[in-house]
């Protein structure tokens, strides 16, 4: 996916931070009737701009405007770990309930345990792996600072 960015800082020679806007995100909303933004982000803090870290390979300045690319398959990779874990850990925690353990009334319960606790893989990933990679790239420099 590429989009285009504006670099807000230079951390060192090939990391900079990024301010990216999100409009792709609210121009399929049925809801963005008159272009402010969609209910989601409204609800959400109407944050259209977010901050991320990328490599800078090409020398990009703070100020420019550049354009920056993220490998699609990472972010469906995270996308189904954050939506598709906790849905298959309830189910596994139902199941466990109610089969291996007899207990067909604490089958919800277990499913909703198992829910909340799989959020601590995601956590973990995230604070140990994605927190360190740079999943943006800066591939071009589209305008030069004015």
């Excluded at 319960?109 to 995230?126: D, E, K, N, R, T």
């Amino acid at each position: 996916m590429k989009t285009k960015a504006i670099v807000l800082e230079i951390v060192d020679r090939e990391v900079a931070v990024v301010s990216v806007e999100r409009r792709a995100a609210c121009d399929g909303c049925h809801k963005n009737a008159d272009g402010s933004g969609c209910s989601i982000c409204t609800l959400l803090g109407g944050q259209h701009v977010t901050k991320a870290r990328a490599r800078n390979r090409v020398g990009a300045a703070q100020g420019d405007t550049v354009e920056v690319e993220s490998r699609a398959s990472r972010i469906l990779g995270y996308a189904a770990m954050i939506f598709m874990l906790p849905l298959l850990m309830a189910l596994i925690g139902y199941l466990l309930g109610y089969y291996a353990f007899s207990m067909g009334e604490w089958a919800i319960s277990m499913a909703f345990v198992a829910l909340v606790l799989s959020f601590v893989p995601i956590w973990l990933y995230s604070r140990l792996v994605v927190s360190k990679r740079l999943d943006i790239e800066i591939v071009a420099i589209t305008k030069e600072k004015e």
